[in-house]
């Protein structure tokens, strides 16, 4: 059994910033990428940032910039610091992980539960 639990959501201006955190917990032996999506009302989701596990990242073209994903392998745990935050970046943001369990020993992808990020114009 595997959970992801994300945290730092909340409510900022258009120009601020927030950092989200995500850990990884529960019967893991590996993890190999992990990622934050994000769902706007009415949209589907997106893939905003991902980092593999020798560090090398991805953003989307409308987050380059302005966002940054890291993660710290010890302590499972990915982070998005978003900066210069735009109403457009208003979303749910998801963690998403692959993990290798000692139970399954197979790649299985899990999610977190989500945290709301709203900016205000």
């Known amino acids: 059994q595997v959970q992801l639990v994300e945290s730092g959501g909340g409510l900022v201006q258009a120009g601020g910033s927030l950092r989200l955190s995500c850990a990884a917990s529960?019967?893991?032996?590996?993890?190999?990428?992990m990622n934050w999506y994000r769902q706007a009302p009415g949209k589907q989701r997106e893939l905003v940032a991902g980092v593999t596990s020798s560090g090398s990242t991805n953003y989307a073209d409308s987050v380059k910039g302005r966002f940054t994903i890291s993660r710290d392998n010890a302590k499972n745990t990915v982070y998005l610091q978003m900066n210069s935050l735009k109403p457009e970046d208003t979303a749910v943001y998801y963690c998403n992980a692959d993990i290798i369990t000692t139970s399954s020993w197979t790649i299985r992808q899990s999610w977190g539960q989500g945290t709301q990020v709203t900016v205000s114009s």
């Open positions: 529960g019967s893991i032996f590996s993890i190999n990428t």
